[in-house]
């Protein structure tokens, strides 16, 4: 699916092109802004795809605008919205992937958001072949690079732990005592931190052998976990495509059978990690709502025995809980 944010100076042109774009499968437009600053923001926050910019604002030029936004974030997709052509040249020094011409037509849209995905296909599949990782930790904990799962040989069960609470807390730092209450408890201080160090060691020979992006940085009395732009973490992936769904109005089918297919399981669920419980019930109870919503929108729309009702029966039919909110909806 496709994260688009808009700006235009004129709200009327701004809604109008949101009610459009609303209206593509695989789109969402996560923000709609008329200040400029806004949506500098939003895009230093947000995994964005494209920006859609109108050139002529009184503030700032689009074409300024879309030079500030490529220094923020190179690989975003900018598209212009304008009512004049003169800059048109301008545009497209700047590799913009389209110049729509106002009034917008959905036809012509329709056609831009074409041209992104297929320039998205060719970027993922062209970092796919670099240094695409996912550290998938719905289900069984595993490491695929592109989609080749890597064997991953932990010399100890707590180096194993060890990396993944690191994943669990990749955006924090973490105190050197806090990973020793947790793991080392039982052990004397001395002893406790001489396993710490052992396990960081382990961690990072099993990165190197992988030869992932991802580097074990020590500060101080700090360790954190610094993730390289080529590293996807299944967990958090589902937990931002699901909020963002289920804050929606809109049911997009495709989008919903998307981010139902990223959840295998619970949160590391061969794992019995007390630390993860929180995050596993979060995740699990996401996951269920995601089933509510779109149950009860392809009872309403769909008869009973449709490919969309049994396709999301097979992905949810490895839980019981999921099953009986199926049949619920459904009536059966």
Not at 111 to 117: A, E, M, P
Request: net charge negative.
């Amino acid at each position: 699916m496709l994260h688009i944010a808009i700006i235009d100076d004129e709200h009327l042109a701004l809604q109008y092109l949101y009610l459009l774009l609303n209206k593509i499968e695989g789109v969402q437009v996560t923000g709609k802004y008329i200040d400029a600053g806004d949506l500098i923001q939003h895009v230093q926050v947000t995994d964005l795809d494209a920006v859609f910019i109108d050139i002529h604002m009184p503030v700032i030029k689009g074409t300024d605008l879309a030079e500030q936004l490529l220094d923020i974030k190179p690989s975003l997709h900018i598209v212009f919205v304008t009512a004049y052509d003169k800059y048109a040249v301008k545009a497209f020094e700047l590799n913009a992937v389209d110049y729509i011409l106002k009034p917008v037509k959905q036809e012509r849209l329709a056609v831009t958001i074409q041209r992104i995905k297929e320039r998205k296909a060719v970027e993922q599949e062209i970092a796919t072949c670099k240094s695409s990782f996912v550290i998938k930790d719905l289900g069984v904990l595993q490491i695929y690079h592109g989609n080749k799962w890597i064997e991953v040989k932990w010399r100890t069960s707590k180096a194993k732990e060890l990396f993944a609470y690191f994943i669990h807390n990749h955006q924090n730092t973490i105190r050197k005592s806090e990973l020793i209450d947790l793991l080392w408890s039982n052990l004397p201080w001395e002893k406790a931190n001489a396993q710490l160090y052992t396990a960081i060691y382990q961690i990072r020979k099993v990165i190197r052998q992988i030869d992932a992006p991802i580097k074990i940085v020590s500060q101080k009395e700090f360790y954190q976990i610094d993730m390289g732009d080529g590293i996807q973490i299944q967990s958090h992936e589902f937990k931002l495509d699901a909020q963002y769904l289920l804050k929606e109005n809109k049911v997009d089918v495709e989008q919903y059978f998307a981010v139902l297919e990223v959840y295998g399981g619970e949160y590391l669920a061969e794992l019995n990690y007390s630390w993860a419980a929180a995050e596993r019930k979060m995740l699990k109870d996401l996951w269920v709502k995601l089933i509510n919503k779109f149950s009860e929108h392809l009872h309403l729309h769909e008869e009973p025995a449709s490919y969309n009702i049994s396709k999301m029966k097979d992905l949810t039919g490895f839980d019981i809980k999921a099953t009986d909110i199926i049949k619920e909806k459904s009536r059966v």
